[in-house]
Each structure stands twice: as C-alpha cells, then as structure tokens.
T-cell receptor
Framework: AQSVSQHNHHVILSEAASLELGCNYSYGGTVNLFWYVQYPGQHLQLLLKYFSGDPLVKGIKGFEAEFIKSKFSFNLRKPSVQWSDTAEYFCAVNARATGFQKLVFGTGTRLLVSP | DAMVIQNPRYQVTQFGKPVTLSCSQTLNHNVMYWYQQKSSQAPKLLFHYYDKDFNNEADTPDNFQSRRPNTSFCFLDIRSPGLGDAAMYLC??????????????FGSGTQLSVL
C-alpha cells in the first residue's frame, strides 16, 4: 500500500524567508506526485504535479518541487515566501497502474507566514 | 465561480440520526469522489463514482453510502452517524480516472458535527 509522510506539521516563517516542505512516499512502482494547497476558508487546489520528464517541477505562485526517485521524496520549495502563502499544504501520491488508483494524501503542513 | 459545490458548509446531526451531504459540479466530469478528513489527519478516500459505476474502498464502513442520480450530483449518506464520524467531508471531481495525472477539483467541504 502507498503512504505519504510530511514531517513538518507546522512551519512558521517570516516574509522573504525560504521555504522547503518535506514529503516522502512509500511505493515501489511508478507514481504521479502532487502538491495541493488549501488557503484559509478555501477549497483544496492543485499547486503542482509531476508525472514524467524533468524532475524539477514548477508550479503556480513561484513554487517548485523536486522529485528524487532514489530518496522517494518530492519536497516543495519557494525561495521567498509571502504573507499570502499562509495555508495548509498537502503532498499526495497516485500509483500509476492499469485501472483506477486512489490519490493518497499526507497529513498536511500548516504554514504561517508572518509579515 | 465555484465549480464543485458542497452543501451545507456546516452540518450538525445527532448520534444515530441519518444525515445526507450533497455535492454538485458544473464541470461535467465523469468521476466524483468523497473524501473524509478528520482533524489533523490526511484526507481519506471513501468511494468514488466513475460515471454510474460505484467503487467503494475496502475499508469504508458500511455506515457510509453514496448515490449519484446524474452527472452533476453526488450524495453521501451516513445511515447512523457515530461520534467518530465527525469530520470534514470533501467532494472532488476529475475528468477521468486517476490512472493518469489527472488533477482533482475539490469543493469547500462540509464540516460534520455529531452530538
């Protein structure tokens, strides 16, 4: 069975600080990887995804993530955070196989950016 | 414009009293999902519909049922809610099954309280 670990449950940063949120997954096969974000009072929305090709993926709002297959990791990064990045961030994995495979989420990381 | 709409935003029910949560979508997507998210936990897939084909997760309790009368609407029925069923219930859609890199479109969720 697949699982996703997000090691940082709460992160507090000042504006302009750099961000890196860890995500590790367990699954031996080929995967699709996602980061979803939930801003306060809003629904979950896709930040970025990886399914093949360049392991460095760029998403919306200056976020990027790097897939490191040997480490089973898909860490999210942003060089300089803004107050508006305050949100909860979820890493998710979908094992690629024939037929339907469910999206498995991590427990999320709450990011608070202070002005 | 909201594309996946969940009503109500907050639902309070009594222990053992049946409750129905609703979800509608304007995307004309084939797949609709119900996720359960308990406090500080990852969203967990309960079941999904691929068109009219219902797919239950193996560990979803029998207490949880779902109906999809047409493409736009999907309902989550909890036959006899227990205290442990208090959670945020998220509805999501995707154009096609997640064997590929399809992203999910989420509603804002219904927060269920059981008294």
């Amino acid at each position: 069975a697949q699982s996703v670990s997000q090691h940082n449950h709460h992160v507090i940063l000042s504006e302009a600080a750099s961000l890196e949120l860890g995500c590790n997954y367990s699954y031996g096969g080929t995967v699709n990887l996602f980061w979803y974000v939930q801003y306060p009072g809003q629904h979950l929305q896709l930040l970025l995804k990886y399914f093949s090709g360049d392991p460095l993926v760029k998403g919306i709002k200056g976020f990027e993530a790097e897939f490191i297959k040997s480490k089973f990791s898909f860490n999210l990064r942003k060089p300089s955070v803004q107050w508006s990045d305050t949100a909860e961030y979820f890493c998710a994995v979908n094992a690629r196989a024939t037929g339907f495979q469910k999206l498995v989420f991590g427990t999320g990381t709450r990011l608070l950016v202070s002005p | 414009d909201a594309m996946v709409i969940q009503n109500p935003r907050y639902q309070v029910t009594q222990f053992g009293k049946p409750v129905t949560l609703s979800c509608s979508q304007t995307l004309n997507h084939n797949v609709m999902y119900w996720y359960q998210q308990k406090s500080s936990q990852a969203p967990k897939l309960l079941f999904h519909y691929y068109d009219k084909d219902f797919n239950n997760e193996a560990d979803t309790p029998d207490n949880f049922q779902s109906r999809r009368p047409n493409t736009s609407f999907c309902f989550l029925d909890i036959r006899s809610p227990g205290l442990g069923d208090a959670a945020m219930y998220l509805c999501a859609t995707s154009r096609d099954r997640q064997a590929t890199n399809e992203k999910l479109f989420f509603g804002s969720g219904t927060q269920l309280s059981v008294l």
